[in-house]
Protein backbone atom coordinates (compact mmCIF):
# COMPACT_ATOMS: atom_id res chain seq x y z
CA UNK A 1 0.00 0.00 0.00
CA UNK A 2 1.74 3.30 -0.99
CA UNK A 3 1.31 6.20 1.28
CA UNK A 4 -0.73 8.25 -1.00
CA UNK A 5 -3.58 4.97 -0.17
CA UNK A 6 -2.63 5.58 3.55
CA UNK A 7 -3.44 9.29 3.49
CA UNK A 8 -6.94 8.79 2.14
CA UNK A 9 -7.44 5.81 4.99
CA UNK A 10 -9.51 7.40 8.02
CA UNK A 11 -7.90 3.85 9.99
CA UNK A 12 -4.98 5.27 11.70
CA UNK A 13 -3.57 3.32 14.91
CA UNK A 14 -4.04 7.26 16.34
CA UNK A 15 -6.91 9.41 16.63
CA UNK A 16 -6.04 11.08 13.23
CA UNK A 17 -7.75 14.11 11.06
CA UNK A 18 -6.04 13.93 7.86
CA UNK A 19 -4.83 16.98 5.69
CA UNK A 20 -2.98 17.68 2.82
CA UNK A 21 0.94 19.01 3.27
CA UNK A 22 2.16 20.99 0.06
CA UNK A 23 6.02 21.03 -1.40
CA UNK A 24 5.89 24.50 -0.71
CA UNK A 25 4.66 24.70 2.73
CA UNK A 26 7.13 22.10 4.04
CA UNK A 27 9.94 23.83 2.22
CA UNK A 28 9.56 27.42 3.98
CA UNK A 29 11.81 27.88 7.15
CA UNK A 30 11.71 30.99 9.30
CA UNK A 31 14.92 33.31 8.34
CA UNK A 32 15.44 33.54 11.77
CA UNK A 33 16.42 29.71 12.21
CA UNK A 34 19.10 30.29 9.94
CA UNK A 35 21.93 30.82 12.71
CA UNK A 36 20.53 27.62 14.12
CA UNK A 37 20.50 25.36 10.85
CA UNK A 38 24.28 26.82 10.40
CA UNK A 39 25.10 24.66 13.69
CA UNK A 40 23.32 21.82 12.79
CA UNK A 41 25.21 21.91 8.82
CA UNK A 42 28.72 22.33 11.05
CA UNK A 43 27.75 19.40 13.54
CA UNK A 44 26.97 17.17 10.19
CA UNK A 45 30.39 18.67 8.87
CA UNK A 46 32.03 17.61 11.82
CA UNK A 47 31.17 14.18 11.92
CA UNK A 48 31.76 12.84 8.83
CA UNK A 49 34.85 14.68 8.96
CA UNK A 50 36.25 12.99 12.48
CA UNK A 51 34.15 10.48 13.27
CA UNK A 52 35.81 7.19 14.42
CA UNK A 53 34.54 5.65 11.29
CA UNK A 54 32.47 6.91 8.35
CA UNK A 55 28.82 7.27 8.71
CA UNK A 56 26.23 7.13 6.14
CA UNK A 57 24.69 10.24 5.19
CA UNK A 58 21.15 8.64 5.62
CA UNK A 59 21.35 7.73 8.97
CA UNK A 60 22.84 11.60 9.82
CA UNK A 61 19.61 12.85 8.30
CA UNK A 62 16.93 10.27 10.01
CA UNK A 63 18.53 10.99 13.40
CA UNK A 64 18.17 14.97 12.43
CA UNK A 65 14.80 14.07 11.88
CA UNK A 66 13.96 11.60 14.67
CA UNK A 67 15.81 14.04 16.97
CA UNK A 68 13.28 16.86 15.78
CA UNK A 69 10.59 14.87 16.36
CA UNK A 70 11.61 13.75 19.92
CA UNK A 71 11.73 16.98 21.36
CA UNK A 72 8.12 17.87 20.65
CA UNK A 73 5.56 14.83 21.87
CA UNK A 74 5.41 11.13 21.84
CA UNK A 75 2.78 11.02 19.25
CA UNK A 76 4.75 12.78 16.39
CA UNK A 77 6.85 10.57 14.45
CA UNK A 78 8.86 10.05 11.34
CA UNK A 79 7.15 6.91 9.02
CA UNK A 80 8.35 4.99 6.70
CA UNK A 81 9.75 1.05 6.40
CA UNK A 82 8.26 -0.51 8.77
CA UNK A 83 6.35 2.12 10.38
CA UNK A 84 4.34 2.18 7.19
CA UNK A 85 4.02 -1.50 6.83
CA UNK A 86 2.67 -1.51 11.07
CA UNK A 87 0.26 1.26 9.51
CA UNK A 88 -0.58 -0.54 6.82
CA UNK A 89 -0.96 -3.94 8.83
CA UNK A 90 -3.69 -1.68 11.36
CA UNK A 91 -5.85 -0.64 8.03
CA UNK A 92 -5.45 -4.12 6.44
CA UNK A 93 -6.11 -5.99 9.34
CA UNK A 94 -4.54 -8.92 9.19
CA UNK A 95 -0.56 -10.28 10.12
CA UNK A 96 0.88 -13.37 11.03
CA UNK A 97 2.51 -13.03 14.42
CA UNK A 98 1.64 -12.91 18.71
CA UNK A 99 -0.83 -10.10 18.54
CA UNK A 100 0.37 -7.02 20.25
CA UNK A 101 0.39 -3.46 20.48
CA UNK A 102 3.82 -2.43 22.00
CA UNK A 103 5.59 1.08 22.49
CA UNK A 104 9.32 1.26 22.91
CA UNK A 105 10.22 2.89 26.62
CA UNK A 106 13.50 3.98 27.44
CA UNK A 107 14.82 1.67 25.41
CA UNK A 108 12.86 -1.39 26.65
CA UNK A 109 9.76 -2.96 24.61
CA UNK A 110 6.62 -2.41 26.57
CA UNK A 111 3.16 -4.19 25.87
CA UNK A 112 0.22 -1.42 25.66
CA UNK A 113 -2.00 -4.08 25.09
CA UNK A 114 -2.32 -7.95 23.86
CA UNK A 115 -5.49 -8.61 21.06
CA UNK A 116 -8.16 -9.97 22.15
CA UNK A 117 -8.37 -13.61 21.45
CA UNK A 118 -5.29 -13.27 20.13
CA UNK A 119 -1.74 -15.92 20.96
CA UNK A 120 -0.75 -13.30 23.05
CA UNK A 121 -3.78 -12.65 24.99
CA UNK A 122 -4.03 -16.80 25.40
CA UNK A 123 -0.83 -17.02 26.92
CA UNK A 124 -1.70 -14.53 29.56
CA UNK A 125 0.48 -11.55 28.56
CA UNK A 126 -0.67 -8.43 30.07
CA UNK A 127 -0.66 -4.54 29.44
CA UNK A 128 2.18 -3.25 30.99
CA UNK A 129 4.38 -6.12 30.72
CA UNK A 130 8.11 -5.86 29.55
CA UNK A 131 10.00 -7.65 26.87
CA UNK A 132 13.32 -8.41 27.62
CA UNK A 133 14.05 -11.04 25.43
CA UNK A 134 13.14 -13.00 22.30
CA UNK A 135 14.14 -16.69 22.23
CA UNK A 136 17.25 -16.24 24.88
CA UNK A 137 18.31 -12.89 22.65
CA UNK A 138 18.41 -9.68 24.77
CA UNK A 139 16.19 -6.98 22.81
CA UNK A 140 16.78 -4.36 25.42
CA UNK A 141 18.60 -1.11 23.55
CA UNK A 142 17.46 -2.51 20.07
CA UNK A 143 15.18 -0.74 17.99
CA UNK A 144 11.21 -1.31 17.68
CA UNK A 145 10.99 -1.95 14.07
CA UNK A 146 13.77 -5.49 14.93
CA UNK A 147 11.72 -6.38 17.69
CA UNK A 148 8.50 -6.67 16.35
CA UNK A 149 9.86 -7.89 13.01
CA UNK A 150 11.59 -10.94 15.07
CA UNK A 151 8.08 -11.35 16.68
CA UNK A 152 6.37 -11.94 13.29
CA UNK A 153 6.61 -14.90 11.41
CA UNK A 154 4.81 -17.90 9.79
CA UNK A 155 1.93 -19.24 11.49
CA UNK A 156 2.64 -22.36 13.90
CA UNK A 157 5.70 -21.15 14.94
CA UNK A 158 6.52 -20.88 18.47
CA UNK A 159 8.60 -18.28 19.82
CA UNK A 160 9.90 -17.67 23.70
CA UNK A 161 9.34 -14.34 25.17
CA UNK A 162 11.14 -13.52 28.32
CA UNK A 163 8.90 -11.04 30.36
CA UNK A 164 9.29 -8.41 33.33
CA UNK A 165 5.99 -8.07 34.93
CA UNK A 166 5.84 -5.19 37.67
CA UNK A 167 4.93 -6.07 41.02
CA UNK A 168 6.77 -9.59 40.29
CA UNK A 169 10.40 -10.10 41.64
CA UNK A 170 12.01 -12.51 38.75
CA UNK A 171 11.35 -12.38 35.02
CA UNK A 172 10.18 -15.38 33.47
CA UNK A 173 9.66 -16.91 30.22
CA UNK A 174 6.58 -17.80 27.93
CA UNK A 175 6.14 -19.60 24.42
CA UNK A 176 3.67 -18.35 22.51
CA UNK A 177 2.80 -19.95 19.19
CA UNK A 178 2.58 -17.35 16.18
CA UNK A 179 -1.11 -17.47 14.39
CA UNK A 180 -2.75 -15.47 11.60
CA UNK A 181 -3.76 -12.14 13.56
CA UNK A 182 -7.35 -11.18 12.19
CA UNK A 183 -7.44 -7.79 13.34
CA UNK A 184 -11.76 -7.85 14.58
CA UNK A 185 -12.91 -4.39 15.18
CA UNK A 186 -16.17 -5.33 16.30
CA UNK A 187 -17.13 -8.54 18.40
CA UNK A 188 -20.54 -9.10 20.45
CA UNK A 189 -22.25 -10.94 22.61
CA UNK A 190 -25.50 -11.26 24.32
CA UNK A 191 -25.06 -11.88 28.06
CA UNK A 192 -27.65 -13.20 30.68
CA UNK A 193 -31.32 -10.99 31.25
CA UNK A 194 -31.13 -9.60 27.27
CA UNK A 195 -28.07 -7.84 28.18
CA UNK A 196 -25.94 -6.44 24.94
CA UNK A 197 -22.45 -6.73 24.72
CA UNK A 198 -19.89 -4.86 22.29
CA UNK A 199 -16.25 -4.78 22.34
CA UNK A 200 -14.91 -2.35 20.09
CA UNK A 201 -10.96 -3.30 19.98
CA UNK A 202 -9.58 -0.35 17.58
CA UNK A 203 -10.90 2.10 15.62
CA UNK A 204 -9.70 1.07 11.97
CA UNK A 205 -12.18 1.46 8.73
CA UNK A 206 -16.01 1.30 9.07
CA UNK A 207 -16.05 0.53 13.05
CA UNK A 208 -19.38 2.79 13.14
CA UNK A 209 -21.33 0.52 10.27
CA UNK A 210 -19.63 -2.70 12.07
CA UNK A 211 -21.20 -1.44 15.68
CA UNK A 212 -24.64 -1.05 14.24
CA UNK A 213 -24.42 -4.33 12.33
CA UNK A 214 -23.47 -6.03 16.64
CA UNK A 215 -26.80 -4.06 17.43
CA UNK A 216 -29.10 -5.50 14.71
CA UNK A 217 -27.70 -9.17 15.23
CA UNK A 218 -28.22 -8.72 18.97
CA UNK A 219 -31.65 -7.40 18.46
CA UNK A 220 -31.95 -10.72 16.51
CA UNK A 221 -30.78 -12.54 19.20
CA UNK A 222 -32.68 -11.25 22.43
CA UNK A 223 -35.69 -13.28 23.59
CA UNK A 224 -37.72 -10.20 23.46
CA UNK A 225 -36.28 -6.48 23.68
CA UNK A 226 -33.09 -6.20 24.45
CA UNK A 227 -33.21 -4.42 28.57
CA UNK A 228 -29.11 -2.99 28.63
CA UNK A 229 -26.29 -2.65 26.73
CA UNK A 230 -22.31 -2.61 27.52
CA UNK A 231 -20.29 -0.63 25.04
CA UNK A 232 -16.65 -2.17 26.20
CA UNK A 233 -13.57 0.07 24.80
CA UNK A 234 -11.06 -1.48 27.80
CA UNK A 235 -7.60 -1.90 26.36
CA UNK A 236 -8.84 -0.09 23.49
CA UNK A 237 -5.89 1.62 22.13
CA UNK A 238 -7.99 4.42 19.53
CA UNK A 239 -8.29 4.80 15.82
CA UNK A 240 -9.71 6.92 13.50
CA UNK A 241 -11.49 10.32 14.59
CA UNK A 242 -13.74 9.35 11.96
CA UNK A 243 -15.20 6.44 13.36
CA UNK A 244 -15.29 7.37 16.60
CA UNK A 245 -17.44 10.25 15.65
CA UNK A 246 -19.68 7.70 13.51
CA UNK A 247 -19.70 5.25 16.74
CA UNK A 248 -20.76 8.01 18.84
CA UNK A 249 -23.70 9.41 16.59
CA UNK A 250 -24.83 6.09 17.09
CA UNK A 251 -26.53 6.74 20.17
CA UNK A 252 -26.83 10.24 20.02
CA UNK A 253 -29.64 12.54 18.63
CA UNK A 254 -28.07 16.21 18.68
CA UNK A 255 -25.44 18.18 20.30
CA UNK A 256 -21.72 18.55 19.65
CA UNK A 257 -19.79 14.88 20.10
CA UNK A 258 -16.49 16.57 20.16
CA UNK A 259 -13.97 19.39 19.06
CA UNK A 260 -10.64 20.24 18.22
CA UNK A 261 -8.41 23.13 18.08
CA UNK A 262 -5.06 23.99 17.23
CA UNK A 263 -2.96 26.63 15.66
CA UNK A 264 -3.77 26.36 12.35
CA UNK A 265 -7.81 27.54 11.26
CA UNK A 266 -8.35 24.41 9.32
CA UNK A 267 -7.89 22.54 12.41
CA UNK A 268 -10.41 24.08 14.67
CA UNK A 269 -13.23 21.91 13.82
CA UNK A 270 -16.65 20.68 15.54
CA UNK A 271 -18.27 17.69 14.93
CA UNK A 272 -22.22 17.16 15.79
CA UNK A 273 -24.79 14.71 16.05
CA UNK A 274 -26.61 13.74 13.19
CA UNK A 275 -24.22 13.76 10.44
CA UNK A 276 -23.23 10.43 10.21
CA UNK A 277 -26.17 8.25 11.32
CA UNK A 278 -29.71 9.63 11.95
CA UNK A 279 -31.20 9.24 15.51
CA UNK A 280 -30.05 7.22 18.42
CA UNK A 281 -30.56 3.59 17.44
CA UNK A 282 -31.01 2.73 21.15
CA UNK A 283 -33.09 4.87 22.23
CA UNK A 284 -34.09 4.90 26.11
CA UNK A 285 -32.18 1.83 26.81
CA UNK A 286 -29.71 2.09 29.69
CA UNK A 287 -26.03 2.08 28.34
CA UNK A 288 -22.96 1.55 30.37
CA UNK A 289 -19.53 2.53 28.55
CA UNK A 290 -16.63 -0.22 30.22
CA UNK A 291 -13.09 1.74 30.15
CA UNK A 292 -9.85 1.54 31.79
CA UNK A 293 -6.17 2.73 31.34
CA UNK A 294 -5.56 1.06 27.94
CA UNK A 295 -8.72 3.13 27.10
CA UNK A 296 -7.05 5.85 24.69
CA UNK A 297 -7.95 8.74 22.11
CA UNK A 298 -10.65 7.20 20.03
CA UNK A 299 -12.03 5.40 23.14
CA UNK A 300 -11.84 8.36 25.29
CA UNK A 301 -13.58 11.02 22.79
CA UNK A 302 -16.61 7.93 22.45
CA UNK A 303 -16.62 7.55 26.28
CA UNK A 304 -16.43 11.16 27.19
CA UNK A 305 -19.41 12.09 24.17
CA UNK A 306 -22.09 10.03 25.60
CA UNK A 307 -20.88 10.77 29.38
CA UNK A 308 -21.12 14.47 28.46
CA UNK A 309 -24.75 13.84 26.99
CA UNK A 310 -25.69 11.73 29.91
CA UNK A 311 -26.55 9.22 27.44
CA UNK A 312 -24.78 6.14 29.31
CA UNK A 313 -22.66 5.75 32.66
CA UNK A 314 -19.23 5.45 32.44
CA UNK A 315 -17.34 2.60 34.65
CA UNK A 316 -14.20 1.03 35.34
CA UNK A 317 -11.03 2.94 35.64
CA UNK A 318 -9.65 6.06 34.52
CA UNK A 319 -8.61 6.18 31.13
CA UNK A 320 -5.10 6.59 29.53
CA UNK A 321 -5.62 10.56 29.01
CA UNK A 322 -4.79 10.76 25.48
CA UNK A 323 -6.25 14.30 24.14
CA UNK A 324 -4.06 15.29 21.02
CA UNK A 325 -4.50 14.91 17.39
CA UNK A 326 -2.08 13.21 14.84
CA UNK A 327 -2.26 14.46 11.24
CA UNK A 328 -0.74 12.12 8.45
CA UNK A 329 1.22 14.61 6.19
CA UNK A 330 2.76 12.80 3.30
CA UNK A 331 6.55 13.19 2.16
CA UNK A 332 6.89 11.74 -0.75
CA UNK A 333 5.84 8.62 -2.60
CA UNK A 334 7.16 6.11 0.35
CA UNK A 335 7.18 8.18 3.77
CA UNK A 336 5.22 10.13 5.79
CA UNK A 337 5.28 12.70 9.00
CA UNK A 338 2.42 11.97 11.56
CA UNK A 339 2.70 15.01 13.47
CA UNK A 340 0.33 16.88 16.42
CA UNK A 341 -1.66 19.17 15.16
CA UNK A 342 -4.35 19.88 17.95
CA UNK A 343 -6.13 18.87 20.51
CA UNK A 344 -9.35 17.50 21.39
CA UNK A 345 -12.07 18.44 23.95
CA UNK A 346 -15.38 16.77 25.21
CA UNK A 347 -18.88 18.55 24.62
CA UNK A 348 -18.25 20.26 28.01
CA UNK A 349 -15.02 20.92 26.42
CA UNK A 350 -12.73 19.20 28.90
CA UNK A 351 -9.54 18.20 27.72
CA UNK A 352 -8.62 14.87 28.46
CA UNK A 353 -4.67 15.06 28.25
CA UNK A 354 -2.96 13.53 31.34
CA UNK A 355 -6.16 13.00 33.05
CA UNK A 356 -8.23 10.67 30.85
CA UNK A 357 -12.11 10.27 31.80
CA UNK A 358 -12.75 9.77 35.14
CA UNK A 359 -15.44 6.62 35.19
CA UNK A 360 -19.01 7.99 36.67
CA UNK A 361 -18.27 4.47 38.54
CA UNK A 362 -15.05 3.01 39.76
CA UNK A 363 -14.84 -0.43 39.67
CA UNK A 364 -11.36 -2.86 39.38
CA UNK A 365 -10.80 -5.72 37.75
CA UNK A 366 -10.95 -7.94 40.44
CA UNK A 367 -10.32 -10.97 38.35
CA UNK A 368 -6.89 -10.13 37.75
CA UNK A 369 -4.82 -11.64 40.02
CA UNK A 370 -1.94 -8.89 39.76
CA UNK A 371 -3.87 -6.16 40.21
CA UNK A 372 -2.59 -4.84 43.38
CA UNK A 373 0.83 -5.39 42.69
CA UNK A 374 0.55 -3.94 39.24
CA UNK A 375 -1.42 -1.10 39.73
CA UNK A 376 1.25 1.50 40.79
CA UNK A 377 2.91 0.45 37.29
CA UNK A 378 -0.04 0.95 34.79
CA UNK A 379 1.16 3.33 32.41
CA UNK A 380 -0.82 6.23 31.00
CA UNK A 381 -0.38 9.63 28.67
CA UNK A 382 1.26 11.64 31.69
CA UNK A 383 4.49 8.98 32.39
CA UNK A 384 5.33 9.45 28.70
CA UNK A 385 8.44 10.99 28.29
CA UNK A 386 7.14 14.58 26.50
CA UNK A 387 3.82 14.26 26.77
CA UNK A 388 1.95 17.53 26.18
CA UNK A 389 0.72 19.25 29.19
CA UNK A 390 -3.21 19.72 30.50
CA UNK A 391 -3.37 23.31 29.60
CA UNK A 392 -5.90 23.94 32.53
CA UNK A 393 -3.34 22.06 34.88
CA UNK A 394 -4.67 18.84 37.05
CA UNK A 395 -4.54 18.46 41.14
CA UNK A 396 -2.82 15.31 41.72
CA UNK A 397 -4.75 14.72 44.59
CA UNK A 398 -7.92 14.22 42.41
CA UNK A 399 -5.65 11.61 40.61
CA UNK A 400 -4.59 10.11 44.08
CA UNK A 401 -8.21 9.91 44.67
CA UNK A 402 -8.57 7.25 41.81
CA UNK A 403 -6.12 4.67 44.38
CA UNK A 404 -8.23 4.75 47.17
CA UNK A 405 -9.54 0.97 47.94
CA UNK A 406 -13.78 1.42 48.04
CA UNK A 407 -14.80 -1.17 50.25
CA UNK A 408 -17.79 -2.42 47.67
CA UNK A 409 -14.62 -4.59 46.19
CA UNK A 410 -12.74 -7.13 48.90
CA UNK A 411 -13.18 -10.15 46.65
CA UNK A 412 -10.58 -11.65 45.36
CA UNK A 413 -9.42 -13.48 42.03
CA UNK A 414 -9.81 -16.61 43.47
CA UNK A 415 -12.51 -16.29 45.18
CA UNK A 416 -14.68 -14.77 41.76
CA UNK A 417 -13.25 -17.79 40.13
CA UNK A 418 -15.00 -20.26 42.42
CA UNK A 419 -17.86 -18.28 41.48
CA UNK A 420 -17.60 -18.64 37.92
CA UNK A 421 -16.42 -15.10 37.39
CA UNK A 422 -13.93 -14.52 35.01
CA UNK A 423 -14.28 -10.77 34.39
CA UNK A 424 -15.06 -8.91 37.30
CA UNK A 425 -16.28 -5.56 35.57
CA UNK A 426 -18.21 -6.87 32.91
CA UNK A 427 -20.04 -9.01 35.54
CA UNK A 428 -20.61 -5.79 37.66
CA UNK A 429 -21.91 -3.76 34.52
CA UNK A 430 -24.43 -6.31 33.55
CA UNK A 431 -25.57 -7.00 37.29
CA UNK A 432 -26.09 -3.11 37.21
CA UNK A 433 -28.24 -3.20 34.03
CA UNK A 434 -30.13 -6.05 35.27
CA UNK A 435 -30.92 -4.32 38.63
CA UNK A 436 -31.85 -1.27 37.26
CA UNK A 437 -33.93 -2.67 34.28
CA UNK A 438 -34.99 -0.38 31.28
CA UNK A 439 -35.33 2.26 33.32
CA UNK A 440 -32.67 4.77 32.89
CA UNK A 441 -29.14 4.36 33.98
CA UNK A 442 -28.43 5.76 30.93
CA UNK A 443 -30.62 8.98 31.52
CA UNK A 444 -31.20 9.62 34.73
CA UNK A 445 -28.26 9.20 36.65
Known amino acids: MKIAQLARSAALV ?4 LIPATTAGLAQVDGRAGPEFAKVLAVYQRIQASYVEPVEDEVLLRGMIDGMLAALDPHSAYLDGGDLQRLETMIDGNYSGLGLSVVLEDGAVKIVSPFRGSPADQAGIKAGDFITHLDGKLIYGGSLDDAVAQMRGEAGTAIRLTIFRPGRDEPFDVSVTRGVIELEPVT ?3 LDGNIGHIMINEFSRDVGADV ?7 RSEASGRLSGLVLDLRSNP ?3 LDEAV ?12 VSQRGRARGENISYDAETV ?7 DLPIIVLIDAGSASASEIVAGALQDHRRA ?3 GERSFGKGSVQSLLPLGRDAALKLTTARYYTPSGHSVQEGGIKPDIAVPQLS ?3 LAKRAKFIMRESDLRGHLVNEIGLEESALERDRLEDPRFKLTAAELKEQGIEDFQLHYAAETLRRTGTRAVARNR
Open 14 to 17: TAVA
Open 246 to 257: ALSDLFLSDGQI
Open 238 to 240: GGS
Open 188 to 190: HEL
Open 313 to 315: VVM
Open 368 to 370: DPD
Open 277 to 283: FRGDIAE
Open 212 to 218: FASWEAL
